[in-house]
């Protein structure tokens, strides 16, 4: 039997995708659950195009009228959650990739929180996703967030609309929209569960795609304090052991991720989806890292911010504090928002 759920995928392609890849998984996505919504952004001729490729049993919509963030991800988001007929919805991004056991499973655990956070993991695998994965493996040790320390911030959740309709929605002028999203859930009283065992496979990226995310991701941190404090100090620290000629202990502080990342692939059963190849690459990615944060930094400080959606965002994601002293502020009915997006 189908899951009585909504699928939702916020689209904006500004040039042709593959497109027939995605609508044959939607069509197989349309078999396991009852209602697939898409919320195509993309400019109209590829809009029409969409249309006519993807299957009648998807629904093909655009982004409520004036909706304008500049992450344009979460008016589509929001668009997609007003619009469908169920409580229990899952929202992705168009590269994500469920299998439907997993995608039961996070449907039922929506019993137990108001958001249920999964981990990607690519496949398959080119050596920049290997890369990107150890990323990956250490935050499912250690985020450096308070709120959410362990677990990777993937491009998929599954929520109850109502809990999400009845807050407002979630800020689109925020970069890290994922971390905005959960932040948010928390300090309106919604519980998240991360589910360090329950895997979804994600596309990678092209390799220009990739090259493109390097400081858009470092910029995240900027919603992270203590994370971007570390990242910050690690290229001036490991330069001062080596003019101190402290070359072991150098080489361990360029060795320690390897085997924190490890320790990451292997919790939860990790080892089944990510390679090994991904550990080893680890202080790479830390090493670069420790350049693009601040190169980050410095476009924070003179509010430059980066390149993403429909132009610049120079926030990455509001604070706890913040989003819980927005609590006095009223937030726009469920009905109004659904209304605005029928």
Known sequence: MRLAATYVVPLRWATPGPI?????????????????????????????????????????????????????????????VAAARYERVV????????????????????????????????????WHARWDTARSLLNRVVTGDRQFPVGDFPGTFALRRDFLLGIGGYDGSALFENLELMRKTVARGG????????YVPREPPTFEHFRSQRVRQAYDDWSMPLRMAMFMALLPALAGLLLQRR????????????AIAEVGRRRAGGVEHFPASASLLAPLWVLERGICIWIA?????????????????????SSPTRLRADRTRPAPSREAMAEAAT
């Open 91 to 126: 929202i992705a991004d168009d590269d994500v990739r469920w299998e439907h056991g997993p995608l039961e499973r996070a449907v039922g655990l929506l019993g137990e929180a108001e958001l249920v956070r999964p981990q990607n993991h690519f496949r398959p695998l080119p």
């Open 191 to 198: 519980r998240v569960l991360t589910v360090l065992d329950l």
């Open 20 to 80: 027939d890849d995605l609508a044959a998984y939607l069509a197989a996505v349309s078999e396991w659950v009852d209602e697939v919504i898409v919320v195509d952004d993309s400019p109209p001729e590829l809009r029409a195009r969409h249309a006519e490729r993807l299957s009648p049993a998807v629904r093909h919509i655009s982004p409520e009228a004036g909706r304008n963030s500049p992450n344009g991800k979460v008016d589509g988001v929001l668009t997609g």
């Open 297 to 317: 930094f410095w476009r924070g400080l003179r509010g430059t911010g980066v390149h993403y959606g429909r132009g610049r965002i120079t926030r990455a994601a």
């Open 247 to 258: 070359r072991r202990a150098a080489l361990a502080v360029i060795a320690a991720p390897a």
